[in-house]
């Protein structure tokens, strides 16, 4: 008898494993192989590994990326790249035009072109996951294209005096792909540009810390085109300089066809607007058919709650003090007697998703859980047992995130759904859009023992690969030179 879904588990496991044996890491820095990033890349093939040495300097070193899978990470450090001028095809510091790319621990700067839309990172290929690295004074930070299958997550980043200042250059500014999924990051000080902007189909912005500070920001949050949107657990905050008083805007220039869902689900984010000429929490276009959810959110300072009159508005706190610790340094903990506490409705589920947080924002660039204390309080910190911040987590403007453990980082898919809300699919093992073989020859005679004992001989086969497999070109080279 054929087992459909145990044989494609089996495919995807021997494609998985040939993926990996094959796969080699280049190393860059001082006395390595390879001088330059671009340099490795250059000689890297798909799904190769490629590790800079924060110890070395590659000022100028700009180029396209066009191999797939390629991982490319900082390591002993966050190692930095700054443009001096240079750019890939006019474009970004890396144009990154293959598939599956994740890009760690690593430091973007000085990005700037004729056209005022240098980026940090210029996204062309499908799927992208960024993870621990810092983006500032560049035109863009990230700029990705407009790929409709394309899955892009950032996580645990910062990004800071980003843009040109036009307006149309942003700390980050996501194209309309399929998702995207912004992650205990951090952005901030953006010149007139928004701090984050996606044209998504699907939005996932999930405990991170939105905030204007000094900067001349536009939005904080721009969503143009709406896509269905998750916005939970988020500090969001607007500068007295700013450029635009509304705060977060939702569907302002239309929907359109690949953005097929028109909800905002807006759960407990904090939200202080430091404007003095008041302004908009909640921006809604005129085309948006659906109403926004708006619940369990903290809306501390001068301005209207929401521009939308059909807006499901519940458990929100507005128009008084919250008591937020220290808010002039963009500490938004509540503190004891709040009258936030204890006051928020449970948020159930949307769409398959979980509304209630269950993580917290903790600066800079990290989450922890949130542990539920009675009934969930507004906005994005939980008062009470085990929501403090841990010991030496400040509260103030970062500078540069802390950099990521070379060999760390969460174990997530590329433009996957690592810390989205329990219950939202993650991306899929394979690439967006490919087709699953149905057609498998294999056989079991039984359904357990025998898919068990066949799994477990492919994890040896595939063992003794890896163990023949030189580490790296620059062992394989070395075990060369001695035969």
Not at 137 to 161: H, R, V
Not at 166 to 192: C, E
Request: aromatic share 6%.
């Amino acid at each position: 008898m054929r087992h459909p879904a145990f044989c494609l588990s089996v495919l995807s496991l021997i494609s998985f494993l040939a993926a990996a044996a094959s796969a080699e890491t280049l190393t860059v820095g001082p006395g390595k192989p390879y001088a330059t990033p671009c340099a490795a890349v250059a000689a890297a093939h798909d799904n190769d590994v490629v590790e800079i040495d924060a110890q070395g300097a590659y000022g100028g070193d700009v180029c396209q990326i066009a191999k797939n899978g390629l991982t490319l990470r900082g390591v002993g450090g966050r190692a930095k790249i700054d443009a001096q001028g240079q750019s890939s095809g006019g474009k970004a510091i890396w144009v990154i035009s293959g598939r599956d790319t994740t890009v760690e621990n690593l430091e973007f700067s000085g990005a700037s072109v004729p056209d005022q839309n240098g980026a940090g990172i210029r996204q062309e290929g499908d799927n992208l996951t960024v993870r621990g690295c810092y983006f500032h004074n560049n035109d863009d930070g990230i700029l990705a294209g407009a790929s409709a299958q394309s899955q892009i997550l950032i996580e645990s980043s910062e990004f800071s005096q980003n843009g040109f200042g036009d307006g149309y250059s942003h700390n980050m500014y996501i194209g309309n792909v399929a998702r995207f999924t912004l992650r205990a990051s951090y952005s901030h000080d953006a010149k007139v540009g928004h701090l984050v902007k996606s044209r998504a189909a699907e939005n996932y912005i999930l405990y991170n810390r939105l905030t204007g500070e000094s900067g001349s920001e536009s939005y904080e949050l721009d969503l143009p085109n709406a896509g269905t949107s998750f916005v939970i657990g988020n500090l969001i905050e607007q500068g007295k300089d700013t450029e635009n008083p509304g705060m977060l805007s939702y569907g302002l220039e239309g929907t359109q066809p690949g953005n097929p869902g028109h909800t905002l689900y807006l759960v407990n984010n904090t939200f202080v607007n430091d404007h003095p000429g008041g302004g908009t929490f909640v921006n809604v276009g005129a085309q948006v058919d659906q109403p926004a959810l708006l619940q369990n959110n903290i809306f501390s300072g001068p301005g209207t709650l929401t521009n939308q009159a059909s807006a499901i508005s519940s458990t929100n706190f507005s128009g008084g003090d919250a008591l937020l610790v220290d808010p002039v340094h963009f500490d938004y903990h509540l503190q004891a007697g709040s009258p936030c506490i204890d006051h928020g409705t449970a948020p159930g589920m949307a769409n398959g998703t979980a509304l209630t947080p269950s993580e917290q924002y903790e600066h800079p660039t990290s989450a922890r859980s949130r542990v539920g204390v009675g009934t969930i309080d507004l906005g994005a910190y939980e008062f009470g047992a085990g929501n403090d911040p841990s010991p030496g987590a400040t509260s103030g403007t970062s500078g540069a995130a802390g950099a990521l453990n070379a060999q760390s980082g969460s174990a997530s898919a590329t433009g996957g759904m690592a810390g989205a809300p329990s219950g939202a699919s993650g991306a899929s093992a394979q690439p967006s859009g490919a087709k699953e073989s149905t057609g498998c020859a294999c056989r079991a005679g039984g359904r357990g023992p025998a898919n068990a004992s066949l799994l477990t001989l492919l994890l040896l086969s595939a063992t003794a690969m890896l163990r023949r497999r030189p580490r790296s070109r620059a062992s394989r080279l070395s075990a060369s030179a001695r035969t």
